[in-house]
């Protein structure tokens, strides 16, 4: 009786571990994910919040904000690493009062007593370092695979106060 229950523990050792090892990996991804959205809405943040003192409409403003959003910082050198990998310029949307096509003023009028400014980042798709599903593929023969998760847009308004 005994020699059949030789290796047993071995066989469920490692199934058990595998499972623990996915959940591990499982929940640092989830973990830079949120991190990762993290770092933009503060970028997205702290852009807003510059673009609310200065003037509406100014071009060297919107390259600032726009930078603060992709880089982290106002002035970037020749190889600056983005603040997350994928985000470009192209992904960062700025609203304010001079632009007539921005819907956060549209109900203040021709001559807004409130301006706004807003800073959107759109189409940001997170890609994770593992493929977390590839296990459940290769276990149960499906089709399943996260290879990238599509952010929803992150937007802040801001009152823009300059004068």
Do not use: W
Request: a positive charge; charged letters at 10%; proline letters at 4%.
């Amino acid at each position: 009786m005994k020699k059949r229950q030789k290796g047993v523990a071995l066989v469920e050792l490692a199934i058990t571990i595998s499972l623990l090892l996915a959940i591990c990996f499982g929940v640092t991804e989830f973990g830079r994910a949120i991190y990762t959205y993290n770092t933009l809405a503060k970028s997205t943040r702290d852009a807003a919040r510059y673009l609310s003192t200065q003037a509406a409409g100014s071009a060297a403003a919107h390259a600032t904000a726009t930078n603060l959003v992709v880089y982290g910082t106002p002035v970037v050198g020749q190889s600056q690493p983005t603040l997350v990998p994928g985000l470009t310029a192209s992904m960062v949307g700025i609203c304010d009062a001079s632009d007539p096509t921005c819907t956060s003023n549209i109900f203040q009028g021709s001559n807004p007593a409130i301006n706004t400014v807003t800073v959107r980042i759109t189409g940001y798709t997170f890609t994770p370092v593992l493929d977390l599903l590839g296990f459940t593929r290769f276990y149960t023969g499906g089709s399943a695979s996260m290879t990238s998760l599509p952010f929803g847009d992150i937007s802040v308004t801001m009152r823009q106060s300059y004068e």
